[in-house]
């Protein structure tokens, strides 16, 4: 139990951060005591991960009141936040990928042994040691490399444990786990709430936020707006101080004429990823590709558009074979694939956020071999305010967007393409309330025009609120097929853990 009447371990009062001309937090504020997981929660831009940052050291406040136990700190680099007991687990983690585990961990402070020697044995005991103690299995001698995200996350965390960090902040730490790697990381982070350390959690997912945390606090528009205890609080409430505006119905499903076959998807085969995959997508139909993390969904997505390989099998489009391994063919035969890890597969974050959403529309913008900046930005705009993309960010680059809304960019490039075909994955990964319900709306959308879409999603709501058909992949294989009508939770959830259930 937190102790109310201490000094709070965090304390951020008032902060303010600007880039140039944009105001990035404008007043945050944020506490977190010993004992306690704290959320904080805002829509994408809201200014959290720039909160986050200064508190880690990253950037530098403008204004404003930092204190850590009650004493006035201010950073000027990681490695006095560190210093200073702070920990920071980013969506994606920073290891060394050719450095073993425990390497990894004792980065720059190795164990002496006997004659100043460096004592690696003593080094991966006490990394044993650690990784026992938050009760998960990691080898402290392999290399780092490929590592899933979820272990390289519980490295970080065991990092900051042989840090005895007391302030353990994570943003955006769920966005790559799935549910299983969700359930450890959430009793990891109680069992240091347990020990007495404070901790804050970044998420877009409010069944997380009031599984594990204690306490939120909301943030909009660069701004502190409250703080609330989970018990005494609600999903609606939160939402509300978020967004300061009525939500709109969060899965917009609208009635469309489903037509001929676009894509056409036969005995794809991938060995030992995926096998004998048949199915079809139409005109005007959502098809949605249910099942667990890791059941090889996002694999057929990529084999069908063409980023991987496959065994066998074929891919038609509108009655035209695809030849295997082209994206650009795919691309000309009318597909589109937004995929699942956006930031790193769909941005060029050095380019402007309006050259980003024209990438694949650029050639026929171009006059004479002429681009010029308004027909461009002319282009562009409408998908960028549909997604509010700010734009007036038009000009930025994309580096300097939050996470979500580099997300949103990538989003906006393909819908601007207007494809026959939209392949999706994860749609609302990471992607704010507000913003949610206008991506589905947008799917929607597209649909009614005609457009086929495959939209992968491990959110089932999402699945059952937006899809005509609902495909389920298990272990590689398609376990079953169900029509809108058909599709109950229990039905997908049973398909989707099918084989799992035999073999056990
Ligand atoms: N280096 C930068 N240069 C310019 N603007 C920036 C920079 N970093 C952040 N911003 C801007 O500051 C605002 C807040 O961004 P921040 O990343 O803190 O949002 P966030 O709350 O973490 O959002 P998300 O949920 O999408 O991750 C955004 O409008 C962003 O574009
Ligand atoms: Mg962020």
Redo the contacts with the bound molecule.
Sequence with gaps: MSNASSVATLQLIEVS?S??P????RSGSLEARAGSIHALV????????????IVAGV?RKDAGTFLIDGEPVDFGSTAESKAAGIAVIYQEPTLFPDLSVTENIFMGRQILGRGRRIDKGAMHTEAERLFKSLGVHIDPRRPALGLSIADQQIIEIAKAISLDAKVLIM??PTAALSGVEVERLFTVARQLRDEGRALVF?S?RFDEVFALCDTVSV?RD?SYIETLAIAETSVGEIVNLMVGREIAELFPKQETEIGDIVLSVENLTSAGIFHDVTFTVRRGEIVGLAGLVGAGRSEIARAVFGVDRYDAGTVTMKGTKVPQRNPRGAIKSGMAFIPEDRRQQGLVTEASVAANISAVIRESLTRAGLLTRSVENRAVAPWASRLEV?TN?LD??A?????????KVVIAKWLASQPDLLIIDEPTR???VGTKAEVHRLLSELAGRGVAVLMISSELPEILGMADRVLVICEGRLTAEFSREEATPERVMHAATATQEVAS
């Design positions: 951060k880039f140039g944009v105001v990035a937090l805002g829509e994408n831009g809201a200014g959290k991960s720039t909160l986050v940052k950037y943003d955006e970044i877009h943030m660069g700010k960010a930025a680059a580096k300097t967007m939050s996470g979500g809304n580099q997300q990471g992607i704010d």
